[in-house]
């Protein structure tokens, strides 16, 4: 099965686009997407040949996550999100642990982006999450923004507690993507409950990263983004 989700992807392979993802995910020497490489798929091609395997064994998944290009790492995270929803309990546990082992090959903002909700945030909604804390305090660029985008399944059924105090953890983070993550979890939680998002914002805006106060504040009033802009 390997060798034919392997041919699959191949097939649709894309040059032109190619160099353009590859710009735009910054592959350049000390880029944070240094090295990757990439076929020019677009992401519903690559759903789309997901859903055909979504039968894919663990050892099969593996193969494409180690893979040198980044949308067959995608097409493997695509699967085992689609394995993940309708997997039980024991299953889910399989797929969490094979994703926190392989978090190396997870390495970069969309692929984190699309499946760290949906697998490490729905595998703990109802369990202890002290792995998420320990992510937070990596010194991998993927393995902290894997920590609060986790926690979009938490504000989804209302719960805040986890996203505040990792965004509180990761306010002094260097990387830019890290801003951006944290602010986007900031103004999710505010489509759900600004007065929430407003206290952290008042104890922290004078001192937040320009990025990650801009993207928090992107759905407020332009009187209030004024407001807290002007620190």
Do not use: C
Not at 107 to 130: E, F, M, P, Q, S
Not at 188 to 194: L, P, T
Request: charged fraction near 30%; aromatic fraction near 12%.
């Amino acid at each position: 099965m390997l060798r034919q989700i392997l041919s699959e992807l191949h097939k649709q392979a894309d040059p032109v686009r190619a160099k353009n993802l590859s710009r735009f995910f910054k592959t350049g020497i000390g880029e944070y997407g240094e090295g990757d490489k990439f076929l020019g798929l677009t992401v519903p091609i690559i759903r789309s040949i997901a859903s055909q395997y979504k039968k894919a064994g663990l050892k099969v998944i593996g193969g494409l996550l180690h893979n040198e290009y980044h949308e067959i790492r995608l097409t493997a995270l695509i699967i085992l999100t689609l394995k993940f929803e309708k997997a039980n309990e024991v299953e889910q546990k399989e797929y969490f642990n094979f994703y926190l082992k392989n978090t190396k090959y997870i390495n970069n903002w969309d692929l984190v982006d699309l499946t760290a909700h949906k697998i490490i945030g729905n595998y703990l909604i109802n369990r202890d999450r002290k792995i998420i804390y320990n992510l937070s305090r990596s010194k991998n660029l993927w393995e902290k923004r894997i920590s609060i985008i986790s926690t979009f399944a938490f504000i989804r059924d209302n719960e805040f507690d986890d996203t505040i105090k990792l965004s509180k953890i990761l306010l002094n983070d260097k990387h830019d993507l890290v801003h951006k993550a944290v602010g986007w979890a900031l103004r999710e939680v505010g489509k759900k409950n600004q007065k929430i998002e407003e206290e952290f914002l008042i104890r922290h805006y004078k001192v937040m990263p320009r990025t990650m106060l801009r993207y928090s504040i992107e759905k407020f009033s332009k009187t209030k983004r004024n407001f807290y802009l002007k620190k």
